[in-house]
Each structure stands twice: as structure tokens, then as C-alpha cells.
């Protein structure tokens, strides 16, 4: 069923109210580029938490390992909205076309987007916010774990993803041990598949960091002062405190009742209006589920920072388009991630490939992951992701050639040769030949876990 379109008035005037829940990136892209408009309505911004919006990022990286203080993950607030911290959206009468807070106030809105993002999906019984079991989504949270691991001396990390590869990490840079329990054969395996998966499992092991993959915790208990997770083999594994760094879910529960199909996310059109919303209603961030269109017709969503900011501003430009003809919105998601000695950098949608090629660069220097590896990802023959370990150059190059959709694997092995000869030779004149780039598909030919 497509959005239904209307024609407020306020997107003929510029006026009216706009209410924006939630307090991310993309609510801020989304107030700044009303006002970028020429928006001069009113803007109400329902912040859940009671803390400024804040670099979410910073949560697993700096806050924990101490280089980071929270006034340093501050974001500059957009001006010209007022803004509720400490008030959540909690329910929604999109007929009336009114939002009600956490604090029992009604807000009517003429324009309203969605942007709660995710939140925390944890099992039932598992003693999460109790004395040294722990969440991380917020900055709060990341406090109480910089704090609890003054006492610790090992930590376990429940969940193998971006989140907690970085709080591992943290965690390691503080000279405690680290543990990470997660479901998959490799770290990352969501995120990069299981090929690039292997290599930067491979490095975070020799860095120090214990991993129990393709095991799912099923209870965590206490025994003599440290807590026992217990595994769906029967194993334990012990530690001093617990972090749940996984199990994010939309946050849409305040949309029940809206006839919304919130079936993972809130389903929108291409322009990021709300399926069966009369179209004054629009999504962005992790809760919005799209087709995105330069990836097919299928809708999915895209929970990094850079698409969150995006599609703000695609969202708001959705709504003060009225019944004009929103553009479809279209993204490349990309993000980077900084983990011990690599340089992570992924751009596209390679969960979407079934072939992955990697190109290796400096052969015999370190481990495959520090010395440089570029991976394309290929569905049908076509390109639809690339990510890099420190291969930053060549990461760059290939994203270009990716939005102009016309990179072959053959361009990322030329570029990783020009580059290892323009080293070679200023390293040392007599070595006058590039190294031989190692194309690597489908099966793991230089790593193992």
C-alpha cells in the first residue's frame, strides 16, 4: 500500500509544526535542513535521553578506553527547535495527527518524523543493569562500564559486530583481558562476510583478544564473585563483568496502533514517507525500513551515522514537498571503524553479494588485515559493496568508481600495484618491481580461525 499524499497547508506556507522524535543525527540533519528550507513553523524535538545529543560512536571507542570525555562526543544543537531531553515519544494518533511524551504532554504536529533509532534487545531473565551486567547504547552506559572496569580483570563481550570488536578493543588499551562470545564463525560476519570476517578475527586474536564464536550465551549466572555465561554447547565461559553488545532492535513500539507496518522498522516509500501515513508523516535512520533504490526494490534498512544524517535531510525535504513529487532518496551507506592497528572502511551493501574477490597488498608484511586488503563485493557480476583494511588510498578510489558504478576487481588490483610499486621504490631504488597483488575468491586462501 503507498504512502498516501496530502497537501497541508503549512508546506504551501512554510509554517505549521513540525514534531521530530527522537534526538540522534537524524533528527538533527532533519531540523537543519527544515530551517536550510526556508521552514520558519515551529519545531519540537522529543529527545529521550536527558543528555544533549552526543557522538553515539564514542561509546565503544574513546569513553571506554579513557581517551574520550563526554563533552567531547558532544554535538552542537541545530538552533530555531525547542528541544525536550528526558521526553520519548510514546504514543501517536496519526488521524488526529497528534504525538503524546513520555511526560504526558500532547503535541499536534502538521509534519512529523520518525527517528527513535533502535534499541536494546535483551533476553528475558538476563540481569542486564544489575551489578556488573551491562548494556551499551548510551553515554551513560559507557561511564558505568568505564567505571565498573576499574575492578575488573576480564571483561566478556557478548556480540561480535562493530560494537563490540571496538569495546574490545577499549578494553585491551586499559591492560585488561577481553572476551567476545557471539553466534557467528567470524568476527564481523554481518558486516563484511565471512571472508574479510576471518582476517580481522585473525588479528584480533593474535592482538589478545579471546573469541567463542558460532556459540549463543543462553543464561548468565554468578559463581564464587564472577559471572558464569552459560553456552548452547554446555560450556561456560567466566569473567568479572558482562557487556551486551548486541540484539538492536527498531524503536518502534510507540507506533502500535497506527496501522504502520512495523514489521522491522517503519515501512516507507522511496522518499522516506511512512506507508499508510496520509503524508505528513516521514522516517530516518535505523528505524526506517526503504527501498533504496540504487540496490533494488526490496526495502531494508541502514543503521551507521553518515546514511542516518542523509536520509534527515532526505526526510525533510520529503515533507515540506507536500504533494509535489518527493525525489526518491538514495544512499551508498559507508562507514569506518578503528580497531587496535586497523583501519576499517566499508562502503555499499555487501551483505547483498554472493562472490567476494579481496585483493591483498605489501605481501609478507605483518598479517594479511595490517599489511592491507581491499574486497569487492559482486551480485549477479555487479558491484554492490567495498571495504578496506588499511588500504585507505585504495578504499577511496574504489568507493569513487563505485557510485560511478563502473569498478572491476581488475581496477582495485591496478590500484594496489601502483601503490605497492610507488612504495617499493621509495623504500628501496633497487626494488624495482611491484609486488605481486594475491587475488583471492570465494574460500579463505590466507587465513584461518
Not at 121 to 134: K, L, N, S
Amino acid at each position: 500500500m503507498p504512502a498516501r499524499r496530502g497537501t497541508p497547508s503549512w508546506a504551501l506556507r512554510r509554517t505549521g509544526k513540525v514534531v521530530v522524535a527522537g534526538g540522534g543525527p537524524a533528527a538533527i540533519s532533519a531540523v537543519e535542513e527544515l530551517r536550510a528550507r526556508g521552514f520558519v513553523g515551529g519545531i519540537t524535538v522529543l529527545c529521550g535521553e536527558p543528555t544533549p545529543p552526543y557522538d553515539r560512536t564514542e561509546c565503544s571507542k574513546g569513553l571506554i578506553d579513557g581517551h574520550r570525555r563526554p563533552a567531547d562526543a558532544a554535538l552542537t544543537l541545530p538552533t530555531g527547535a525547542h528541544w525536550r531531553l528526558g521526553e520519548r515519544a510514546v504514543e501517536v494518533d496519526p488521524v488526529l495527527r497528534v504525538v503524546t511524551s513520555s511526560a504526558g504532554t500532547d503535541y499536534r504536529y502538521d509534519g512529523l518524523v520518525i527517528a527513535t533509532g533502535t534499541r536494546s534487545d535483551i533476553p528475558e531473565g538476563w540481569p542486564v543493569d544489575g551489578a556488573g551486567v551491562f548494556q551499551l547504547r548510551t553515554v551513560n552506559d559507557a561511564l558505568a562500564i568505564r567505571r565498573a572496569m576499574r575492578g575488573a580483570g576480564k571483561v566478556a563481550i557478548i556480540g561480535g559486530g562493530l560494537t563490540g570488536c571496538e569495546l574490545a578493543c577499549g578494553v585491551l588499551q586499559t591492560a585488561r583481558e577481553a572476551v567476545i562470545v557471539d553466534g557467528h564463525r567470524t568476527l564481523l560476519g554481518d558486516a563484511v562476510g565471512a571472508e574479510l570476517g576471518a582476517l580481522v578475527t585473525s588479528e584480533h586474536r593474535t592482538a589478545g583478544i579471546e573469541t567463542v564464536l558460532g556459540r549463543a550465551v543462553t543464561d548468565i549466572g554468578r559463581r564464587g564473585g564472577r559471572f558464569r555465561l552459560r553456552l548452547d554447547d554446555g560450556d561456560t565461559v567466566s569473567a568479572d563483568m558482562v557487556v551486551l553488545a548486541a540484539g538492536q532492535t527498531p524503536d518502534t513500539g510507540w507506533l502500535d496502533g497506527t496501522g504502520f507496518d512495523l514489521a522491522d522498522g517503519v515501512l516507507c516509500d522511496e522518499a522516506l514517507r511512512v506507508v499508510g501515513g496520509d503524508g505528513t508523516v516521514v522516517a530516518a535512520g535505523a528505524v526506517a525500513r526503504w527501498p533504496n533504490l540504487r540496490y533494488g526494490a526490496a526495502a531494508s534498512r541502514s543503521g551507521h551515522w553518515v546514511a542516518a544524517m542523509e536520509q534527515g535531510c532526505a526526510a525533510a525535504r520529503t515533507l515540506l514537498a507536500g504533494d509535489d513529487n518527493a525525489e526518491p532518496f538514495t544512499l551508498v551507506p559507508r562507514y569506518s571503524s578503528h580497531q587496535y592497528r586497523l583501519r576499517l572502511q566499508v562502503a555499499g551493501r555487501p551483505d547483498l553479494a554472493d562472490d567476494v574477490r579481496l585483493a591483498r597488498l605489501r605481501q609478507g608484511r605483518h598479517g594479511p588485515a595490517r599489511a592491507g586488503v581491499v574486497a569487492t563485493y559482486h551480485r549477479d557480476e555487479r558491484l554492490v559493496g567495498v571495504a578496506a583494511i588499511n588500504a585507505p588510498g585504495q578504499f577511496g578510489a574504489a568507493v569513487r568508481s563505485h557510485y560511478a558504478e563502473g569498478l572491476d576487481v581488475t581496477l582495485i588490483a591496478d590500484m594496489v600495484a601502483a601503490a605497492e610499486a610507488a612504495e617499493a621504490e621509495a623504500a628501496e631504488a633497487a626494488r624495482v618491481a611491484a609486488p605481486r597483488i594475491e587475488e583471492v575468491v570465494g574460500d579463505f586462501a590466507y587465513a584461518s580461525v
